[in-house]
Nanobody, 116 residues
Framework: QVQLVESGGGLVQAGGSLRLSCAASRSYFTINAMGWYRQAPGKQRELVAT???????SYADSVKGRFTISRDNAKNTVYLQMNTLKPEDTAVYYC??????????WGQGTQVTVSS
């Protein structure tokens, strides 16, 4: 099993920045990939960004150029730096990991609210 603990959500004005963090309870060597999804009220959960153990990243088109995903392998932690936030970025953000024999695990979610 793996536990994911998220932090860093909150309320910010449009144009502002936030950084989300997610710490995994397992070591880097058992984690295949980590990332962030989000779910806005009344909408399906959608992919925001992912990063593999090797460091390859991918982003949703809606956040490219504004969000940056990174990881600190020594701390088993992934970060999501969110800049130039828009009201449409308002959602619950969930940390995700693919670990072991390609098993999924999710964090509890952290609320991000962007006011206009």
């Amino acid at each position: 099993q793996v536990q994911l603990v998220e932090s860093g959500g909150g309320l910010v004005q449009a144009g502002g920045s936030l950084r989300l963090s997610c710490a995994a309870s397992r070591s880097y060597f058992t984690i295949n990939a980590m990332g962030w999804y989000r779910q806005a009220p009344g909408k399906q959960r959608e992919l925001v960004a992912t990063i593999t153990r090797g460091g390859s990243t991918s982003y949703a088109d809606s956040v490219k150029g504004r969000f940056t995903i990174s990881r600190d392998n020594a701390k088993n932690t992934v970060y999501l730096q969110m800049n130039t936030l828009k009201p449409e970025d308002t959602a619950v953000y969930y940390c995700w990991t693919l670990w072991g024999a390609n098993k999924d695990a999710w964090g509890q979610g952290t609320q991000v609210t962007v006011s206009s």
